[in-house]
């Protein structure tokens, strides 16, 4: 089945800089990424996704890249700001089987964005 | 409903005894997810149901586990003789057929599941 890693574990940056979040998978067939975004206590939401007949795909300071060849996913947040403050989880949908349509999530990176 | 639903959404519970959560998915949703958050970690993918099809059993961590779901509504997961180490937040989630543009996949609030 599906396996996702997800780095770096946590992530610190001061208020104005990028933040940049990496994810490999293991399932080639694999055709959907979405990056979702879990406050404290909250339950998990969508920020941005990706289909993997997409290279790159943008939402205000928000972009996700892929690179299918070599099975690696990047979130991307510019101009961040207190409020990017959170756990943010990549995963992969995969493509096969009995795993098909089944979505794997990596371990979550928890950004700290620092005033 | 509006979103995903999830009941109860605080439960405490004694070791050894049985606990049911329930999942209603949003209406019209094929596809359900459940996973078990514990404290401070990522999401553990427990079971999947898509339409008709069979399960996606393979993330349930042991005999003790098991969930059903009538048709494409409502889905209890069950834990039998909780222990301590099943404490965690079970979160649902549904969506159209997954992967397709636009389908995005959405979370309930999740049952908070507390052992002592």
């Known amino acids: 089945g599906e396996n996702v890693e997800q780095h770096p574990s946590t992530l610190s940056v001061q208020e104005g800089d990028s933040a940049v979040i990496k994810c490999t998978y293991s399932d080639s067939a694999s055709n959907y990424f979405p990056w979702y975004k879990q406050e404290l206590g909250k339950r998990p939401q969508l920020i941005i996704d990706?289909?993997?007949?997409?290279g790159e795909k943008k939402d205000q300071r928000i972009a996700v890249t892929l690179n299918k060849t070599a099975k690696h996913f990047s979130l991307h947040i510019t101009e961040t700001q207190p409020e990017d403050s959170a756990v943010y989880f990549c995963?992969?949908?995969?493509?096969?089987?009995?795993?098909?349509?089944?979505?794997?999530f990596g371990k979550g990176t928890k950004l700290s964005v620092k005033p | 409903g509006a979103g995903v639903s999830q009941s109860p959404s605080n439960k405490v519970t004694e070791k050894g005894k049985d606990v049911e959560l329930r999942c209603d998915p949003i209406s019209g949703h094929t596809a359900l997810y459940w996973y078990r958050q514990r404290l401070g970690q990522g999401l553990e993918f427990l079971i999947y149901f898509q339409g008709n099809s069979a399960p996606d059993k393979s993330g349930l961590p042991s005999d003790r586990f098991s969930a059903e779901r009538t048709g494409e509504s409502v889905s209890t997961l069950t834990i039998q003789r909780t222990q301590q180490e099943d404490s965690a937040v079970y979160l649902c989630?549904?969506?159209?057929?997954?992967?397709?543009?636009?389908?995005?996949?959405?979370f309930g609030e999740g049952s908070w599941l507390t052992v002592v």
């Open positions: 989630a549904s969506s159209l057929q997954p992967g397709e543009t636009g389908n995005t996949i959405y």
């Open positions: 990706i289909r993997s007949n997409v």
């Open positions: 995963a992969a949908i995969g493509g096969y089987g009995g795993s098909q349509g089944n979505l794997i």
